[in-house]
């Protein structure tokens, strides 16, 4: 196995290949500032929200910014992740800010019924309800699907998304018009 020594943010690393191996444990921790590996010396970043939310920041970097530079960058997108992709180290926490207002602001996120085609919405304001509410179909445009990423899947898509490419992971959890319940198509 390939290793190679790294000093960033003064502390020494012991890293794998550039992505998709694990390298260290860590635990979660809302605000912890993360590196995401896209490459070879290509980098994006994120900060962790609440379990498992992970708000990844515009911006492909071959030089590692200050923190105070990425603390500044606007929200690409937030996505749960699985647990594993901190805690076995497949991106390593390089710093600890109080977490941004938008990063820990919880979405409303759509759910889809892959028997019936049935449109939910999915927040914590449901929770009452399992956290969902059946929608209409002009309420859940433009928000993300309920579904949690493994660390590749959203490497994939920031690099999709720079490259002005979509992205195969996003695009099947994209809603599948075709079996919407005609009750809750209210767009034509």
Request: some cysteine; glycine content about 6%.
């Amino acid at each position: 196995m390939f290793h190679m020594r790294c000093i960033r943010y003064g502390q020494k690393i012991n890293l794998r290949a550039q992505r998709g191996l694990p390298t260290k444990r860590q635990r979660w921790q809302a605000g912890a500032l993360v590196e995401i590996p896209l490459g070879e010396n290509c980098w994006a970043y994120g900060q962790l929200g609440e379990e498992y939310v992970v708000a990844v920041f515009e911006g492909c970097f071959s030089v590692p910014p200050s923190i105070e530079d990425i603390i500044h960058l606007p929200i690409l997108f937030k996505s749960f992740v699985y647990q594993d992709v901190i805690s076995k180290g497949y991106w390593l926490k390089i710093g600890r800010v109080e977490p941004r207002s938008d990063v820990l602001h919880e979405e409303y996120r759509f759910m889809q019924d892959t028997n019936t085609g049935a449109l939910s919405l999915y927040h914590s304001e449901f929770e009452d309800q399992n956290w969902k509410q059946p929608a209409l179909l002009s309420e859940c445009l433009g928000l993300e699907c309920v579904a949690v990423w493994e660390a590749g899947h959203v490497e994939d898509r920031i690099i999709a998304t720079r490259d002005g490419r979509k992205c195969k992971w996003a695009s099947s959890l994209a809603i599948d018009l075709s079996t919407v319940p005609a009750h809750q198509n209210d767009v034509h």
